[in-house]
């Protein structure tokens, strides 16, 4: 209850994503998704966008996911990397979570593009060492804060 709803859009021909783990015996989890029409991919395209990312721009914080990057276009992306920018220099704080699925992506070589100029606008990372070794090889801990703090990310949690 009290949940404010004021910045959510309704897409026609658009449905929400739906997402489905099964666990086997052994606990092993497989995933399956259905995603390639969900409102969330478009959501920077939409004639709302500009004034739901200018309210944006004011939050004290933005969490998303590499996920959330993998879904959306270059374009919207570039949008996303200017809102939170823009969240940064108003205040306010940008944490992201790597998880990194590379079933949504074209390439390594992209993510890694992306992530980067990602990690530049984030202040807070979540990172999953298992993630972090698929999308740039094995490396020590160490290393993998070292590179996230050398991107100008302030505190990394692994």
């Not at 997402?19 to 989890?29: A, L, M």
């Not at 995603?35 to 990312?53: D, G, M, T, V, Y």
């Amino acid at each position: 209850e009290n949940v404010d709803t004021s910045l959510t859009q309704r897409m026609e021909n658009r449905l929400p994503g739906l997402y489905y783990i099964e666990t086997d015996s052994t606990g092993e989890r497989t995933f399956y998704y259905w995603r390639n029409e969900a409102a969330a991919k478009f959501w920077l395209e939409s004639e709302q966008s500009a004034a739901i990312c200018e309210e944006l721009a004011n939050f004290d914080y933005l969490y998303l996911s590499g996920i959330s990057l993998a879904i959306l276009s270059p374009t919207s992306r570039e949008k996303l990397l200017s809102l939170l920018r823009e969240c940064r220099a108003n205040g306010g704080k940008v944490i992201f979570d790597n998880n990194y699925r590379p079933r949504l992506w074209a390439s390594k070589e992209e993510t890694q593009q992306v992530y980067q100029q990602m990690l530049e606008c984030t202040d807070i990372a979540f990172l999953t060492l298992d993630d972090e070794d698929a999308l740039w090889g094995q490396q020590p801990v160490e290393d993998v804060i070292a590179r996230t703090h050398n991107a100008g990310v302030k505190e990394v949690v692994v």
